[in-house]
């Protein structure tokens, strides 16, 4: 059953890579007169059939020599959308002793999920050891990573009825950001803001917070190196410029299953939202957590937007908040929010170790639109 599978698509491979509309034309009417000859043996039914298996034959064989020898290069304009176009370039270079003409470029096994664009129109010609640039497009149906792995350069000469064509292995990863729709605010509530007190004072002016383990992404300038040469252990300084809250974001896995998935979908697109609010309004992200995986923006504002789109990009329904993680990492967040797909419970344990910690906390349930 498998080897028939694998068989039929790479028929299907072959018809739709290798065939032109009018050469797929051709193998219809090819098989439509193999199949009346079926029926009756005649001498004009007969030579139908021998002309157009030859006219193919021909066809695929003067195609061969024209085959492109080119190079080709994607560049990916930083990340798609899941459901909306995306269009991107790819730089051809001829490396063949002979002027490619009626040059045509295409994506060679997309991955499930991603629709290509419509072709577009073929190179008239491209001279020996020129460069063009072609524009093409994709949708992807869901968020998540997917890998173009190979590119199909093709000639439509001398026939136009096949596609000579030669396989380019030039492998990329492509992250297709969750949609979702921009909130116009979100208000933090009131008991995630620091508290009011005193506060030391750090050398720039901004107050001191306290000190904390050193992270990857620190500025070298507020490691507390007396700290240092006392302990042997990293710190930095932490600061609190503003008074604003130090928050997180957290993502809670959803259910297993169709349901659980649809549910969780909505979860992503909710916390996508959020956090793309929250930079805009000029508050700083500390950390944002999706399962067991965690980030810390290094940059504000909407700069700081595609590290954080691209965790939830790749986080997985099913799969719950690591609590261990979070407590550790939320060291010096004054407000966790957390996010909740509508048919997951809040987790009190996870809620009760943070508020332990200091931590205040702010459930959000991404109930369906």
Known sequence: ????????????????????????????????????????????????????????????????????????????????????????????????????????????????????????????????????VFSLGLTAARRGAYELSALQAATLFPTGLVKPSRYLQTADRLVVHPRFDRLPDFRLPAGGRSDEGHRATHRDGSELAGLRDWREGDRPRDVHWGAYARSGRLVVRETADDGRPRVALALEGGSEGEHGEACFEIAVSKAAAIAEVLLRQGQALELVVAGDAAHRPTITGQGGLPPVLDLLAVARAGQGLDAALVEAEAQGVSLMILVLP???????????????????????????P
Do not use: C
């Open 342 to 368: 509508h048919d997951r419970a809040v987790p009190d344990a996870l809620v009760g170790g943070l508020e332990a910690r200091g931590t205040a906390t702010h459930t959000v349930r991404a109930e369906a």
């Open 1 to 132: 059953m498998s080897v028939t599978i694998r068989s039929s698509r790479r028929v299907a491979a072959l018809y739709r890579d290798h065939l032109t509309p009018p050469g797929r034309a051709l193998l219809w009417a090819l098989l439509a007169a193999g199949v009346l000859r079926m029926g009756a043996l005649s001498p004009p039914l007969y030579a139908a059939l021998a002309s157009l298996a030859a006219l193919l034959a021909v066809a695929i064989l003067a195609g061969l020599p024209f085959r492109p020898r080119v190079h080709a290069r994607r560049r990916l304009p930083g990340n798609p959308t899941a459901g909306k176009p995306w269009f991107y370039e790819v730089t051809v270079e001829n490396r063949a002793r002979f002027a490619a003409r009626d040059l045509v470029l295409e994506e060679l096994g997309m991955p499930a999920g991603l629709v290509a664009a419509p072709a577009a129109e073929p190179l008239p010609q491209l001279a020996t050891g020129a460069r063009a």
